[in-house]
């Protein structure tokens, strides 16, 4: 999950230096904030303002042997957490970032 969620952040932030025609870090945050994350494993996922990246989570649960199709075939999406209930609201965050 972990080299997952880093190729998708940097997926995304050469998408962002691409599409802003620059690589200068305020410009390429700025478009980044701007475009929706769209990868293998992020549908319509966002950045905040305290540049927090807002995705849908998953509860899964391991498969018996008899449901699984194939090797890799080990986990069942059981419920879909929206990424508003995921995390701290903006509100709540401690991030120097944001202006209280």
């Not at 194939?70 to 419920?79: P, R, S």
């Amino acid at each position: 999950m972990f080299q997952a969620g880093i190729y998708s952040a940097v997926t995304h932030y050469l998408k962002a230096i691409k599409m802003a025609g620059s690589d200068e870090a305020k410009t390429v945050i700025a478009e980044m904030k701007k475009i929706p994350v769209n990868d293998f494993m992020t549908r319509n996922g966002s950045i905040r303002d305290d540049r927090r990246m807002m995705r849908d989570m998953y509860l899964l649960q391991a498969k018996k042997p008899s449901e699984s199709k194939g090797e890799w075939d080990l986990m069942k999406v059981v419920a879909t957490i929206p990424a508003e209930d995921a995390f701290r609201s903006l509100s709540e965050s401690e991030c120097p970032l944001i202006k209280k």
